[in-house]
Every structure is written in structure tokens, then in C-alpha cells.
């Protein structure tokens, strides 16, 4: 299916879907009733609308390589906003991401995203880098799947680029599987940059055999790394 025209209408639409399930997060941090379950719902809903609205072809392949009862750091190529409902759409609404702190800067979306349990990064302070990731450990460790794309930024090319090395130490720290996921096709939906949407698009998330950090022994921890971030960009690569 070949993307159509453009609309700012379209972009505003979902722009409002994701206002209307921030509001009510932000109102029960207020009564100090925010729930876990309430959140991973109101994610997945909106996951449903936001892509309806797109009236976007979803494509998934190689769901038989996730395992039940499972958490893993889902690790993916990064080309559009549209990334993160089209994520949620397939893993539902118990995940995560770790993003850039100046998403949480935006009125009542950024207070929501924390209060839901999304994890803040300054990648220019290591300190703050580094207790994210943490964060991150305690998150994965209540059964929860933690999304992070290693570009850093959504590519302006639609090209994979260069791969930051926090997410695998996070991977290999918590011993968690690295979960290697192909976006292809969101760009047409959004490009980075972009303001306007386009339905219609044909979206293939590929997912591949996940990475047990064990399978990489040894007591160099930067070689562990390097081979398992050659491998999980490997995997996201082929399915681009």
C-alpha cells in the first residue's frame, strides 16, 4: 500500500489522542492514584486509534521468537515519531522508553510520560545517563519491557546510524535479552522533521531472535558490548 496525501488534520488528530490519555494521568498523580495497569491500557488504546487513524498496512513478522513471561530491552531503528505507537501496537502496553529529557519539558504530555513510569536521559550529563539507566533496572525488573533506540535520534535519511553504547550496558548489567526490532515504513507516515501525515502507509516491523547478554562471556566488558551491539545492529539491519 502506497502512502497518500499529506495532512496537518491527520498529525493534529493524533496529537490530540495522545493529549487525551496524558490529561487523565496527570489528574490521578494529582490523588496519588496512578496505577501501573491504568497506564499500560491507556497506552495500548491509544497505540489502536493513533494507527486506525493512519489507516496504516502493520506487517509483523518473526513474532515467534518472543518468549512468554519474557522481558526484554527492545532495541529498534528510530525514523519517526510514529515509531512509538506502531511499538505499542505489537507489544501492548506494558513498555517503556527511555527518551530525551526535553520531551518531558512539554506541558502536561512530559508530566505524564514520568508519572506513567517513562524513563528521562540527559545523554550530555553521564552522571544523569547513568542513573536513567538505573531506573531502568528497576523498571525491567518489575516485569516490564524497556524500549530504547540506540541512534539516539530518528534518522534523517531513513539510513541506520551510528549506535550509543547505554542501552547494551543497561542489556548486560540486568542481564536481559536484547530484543532486535526492524521498523520499516513509519517514515512514510512521518518523516523526522515533519509535520504533516500521510495515510495509507505500509508499515513491517520485524522482529528478531533476541540476544542473551550470557551468550557473550568474558571479563572485558567492553568487548561484550561491542559484539552484542554488532549483532543487535546485524539484526535490525536486515530487516530494513
Not at 513478522?61 to 529498534?76: C, D, F, Q, T
Not at 524497556?146 to 547494551?168: D, N, Q, Y
Request: glycine share 8%; net charge positive; hydrophobic share 40%.
Amino acid at each position: 500500500m502506497t502512502a497518500g496525501s499529506k495532512s496537518l488534520a491527520l498529525t493534529l488528530t493524533n496529537l490530540y489522542e495522545t493529549f487525551s490519555i496524558s490529561w487523565p494521568t496527570v489528574v490521578d498523580a494529582t490523588m496519588r492514584r496512578v496505577r501501573k495497569d491504568v497506564c499500560d491500557e491507556r497506552l495500548r488504546a491509544w497505540s489502536v486509534r493513533v494507527i486506525d487513524h493512519c489507516r496504516a498496512e502493520l506487517d509483523v513478522r518473526g513474532e515467534e521468537h518472543l518468549e512468554e513471561g519474557a522481558r526484554y530491552v527492545i532495541m529498534s531503528n528510530h525514523q519517526s515519531l510514529y515509531d512509538i505507537p506502531v511499538l505499542f501496537r505489537v507489544f501492548g502496553g506494558n513498555v517503556r522508553m527511555i527518551t530525551k529529557k526535553e520531551l518531558f519539558r512539554i506541558p502536561v504530555f512530559g508530566p505524564a510520560m514520568r508519572e506513567a513510569g517513562f524513563i528521562s536521559i540527559d545523554r550530555g550529563n553521564r552522571r544523569s545517563a547513568v542513573r536513567s539507566l538505573e531506573i531502568a533496572k528497576e523498571v525491567a525488573a518489575g516485569g516490564t519491557h524497556v524500549w530504547i533506540a540506540p541512534e539516539g535520534t530518528r534518522s534523517l535519511t531513513g539510513e541506520l546510524g551510528p549506535f550509543k553504547k547505554g542501552g547494551f550496558n543497561l542489556a548486560i548489567e540486568a542481564n536481559l535479552p536484547v530484543l532486535p526490532v526492524s521498523l520499516r515504513g513509519t517514515r512514510d507516515i512521518l518523516r523526522s522533521k515533519g509535520v504533516r501525515s500521510a495515510r495509507g502507509a505500509s508499515v513491517t516491523v520485524t522482529i528478531h531472535r533476541p540476544l542473551a547478554p550470557g551468550a557473550y562471556p568474558g571479563p572485558d566488558l567492553r568487548a561484550r558490548r561491542a559484539k552484542l551491539m554488532t549483532h543487535a545492529r546485524e539484526a535490525i539491519a536486515r530487516g530494513l
